[in-house]
Structures are given as C-alpha cells and as structure tokens.
C-alpha cells in the first residue's frame, strides 16, 4: 500500500494512504501499522475503502450476540476508515475516552465542512437519525486501538441499519475530510502529551 502523506508529531504519526483499501477487521490487531509502514510509535493511518468486516472478525460482544445470524454484519461499499493504536499501555476505559475524542473530532470536522449539525451519542454520528459512522475501541497487551469507520455512500450497508453517507449530505471532498480528522486527532494527543509534562504536582 502507497502512503500519500506522513506527518510526524512528538508521539504519534498521521499516515494517510493513497491507494483505496477495504477494512475487514484484521486491521485493528496490535503492530498493524508497524507491519505494514514501519511506524514504531503511536499512530493514526486513514484510508478510503469499502468496510466488509465478517462476525469472526467483530470486537464488540453485544453487536456479535445480536447479530450473529448475519454473516457480515458490518459493510459499506465507500468509507473513509481511521486505525489508531497507543503504546503507552492504556486501560480499556482510557482508549475509549480516546475514542470519543475521535469521534468528537469527526463531528467537529465534518460539520464544519456541511454547515449542517450531527448528532453524536457515545462512539456513533448521526444525521436526521440515520446512522453515519460505526466505531469500535478494544485492548491488546502491548496496545490499545481504535476503528472510526464514516460512511461516504449509503449503499451495501446491512438491511437492519438505517444509514447515511458523506455524499447524502453533499460532501465529495472526502480526502481532505479524512486527513484534516487524522491530523487533528494527532495535534490534540500531541497537545495532551506537553501539557503532562508542564503540570506541577499536588502535594
């Protein structure tokens, strides 16, 4: 896979692909982005691709449970989709706090972008109740990670999900759409990071 872009900040890098990549799942193991772009830090890759994620590879229980009668329970023919893993040994609880952040971002981003308002509750986005993203958060031993998936179409998403894309509320600049949330991800982790280390102690 061809990056278009990398950008270095202190303790995380943004890559942005360039070739269209479908995610299946597979890619929210521990050292994906180590495997396949050499980056040895906390990252955060996006790329632009269909979502086609089957029961087996799913990490959230009560979705598995609820719909283990569909063989590919999670599907989108476009999508911008965003990897983002963590090394600083992180709870379940803090990596889901760094979701949320995303998430928020996506909002922030995408708003500013349509001029139109988005609901956001927990780790999802909506518009005119039609569901526009899907999110998980999980923990291996060495990492923690994040999947952000934002529908660009509405097609070949599951029958049971009422669903809106990108290019239903008139964006087609998706790209630029996708690396300003990566980058801005990035500069706020960047920001958490020198305020830790400007902060005196309680005694």
Known sequence: MKIMKKIDFDTISVVVLEEVKTYTGEEIE????????????????????????????MKDLKDIKEEQDIKTPIMSSDALNFIVEHFDNPDLKMIYLRQRILVSIAKDVIEN???????????????NEKKLSVCIACRGVSSGKIHLGINVKSDFVPTHVSAIGLNDIGLSNVLEIMEDIAVEYANEMSKIERDIRKTLPLF
Do not use: H
Request: net charge positive; proline share 5%; aromatic share 18%.
């Open 113 to 127: 972008y349509s001029g139109l308002k988005l609901k956001k509750s927990g780790d999802d986005l909506y518009f």
């Open 30 to 57: 521990p050292f994906w982005a180590f495997k396949m772009f050499d980056i040895q830090k906390d990252s955060i890759i996006g790329f632009n691709g269909p979502m086609n994620v089957k029961i087996e590879n």
